[in-house]
């Protein structure tokens, strides 16, 4: 059974960030869940709504993951061509872009071999 009100640092823990990330949050999303003391006094402990971070949570992953596959959709795939061939340069993103460049480059090679060939 899931507790209905979190702490502060059970929120934490729970979405797995430091403290200050937490404040952060607080501060700086509109969107975050705002916290509530459990007093009037001033040391009284603040608690967070279990399900209000849940669903924050759940939208910050799709958010994510949104942009991720736009980001996905928006690498198009190079072509180099020369007269009738063709080759289509492969860029996987989940390479670092260095080893992008030079997988390019080696197909730039490729490329300039095919042409010497074509041309011979």
Known sequence: MQPIQLTFNQSSNFLNIKHSALLELILNDQTFPKPYKGGESCQAPVYFDFIELLEWQ????????????????????????????????????????WISAINLVLNALRLAEVIMQYIS
Do not use: D
Request: proline share 5%.
């Open 58 to 97: 759940n939208k910050q992953k799709v958010q994510l993951s949104n942009s991720k596959a736009h980001r996905i959709q928006q690498v198009q795939t190079p072509v180099l061509s020369c007269g009738s061939k063709i080759i289509l340069v492969q860029v996987q993103t989940k390479q670092p872009l």
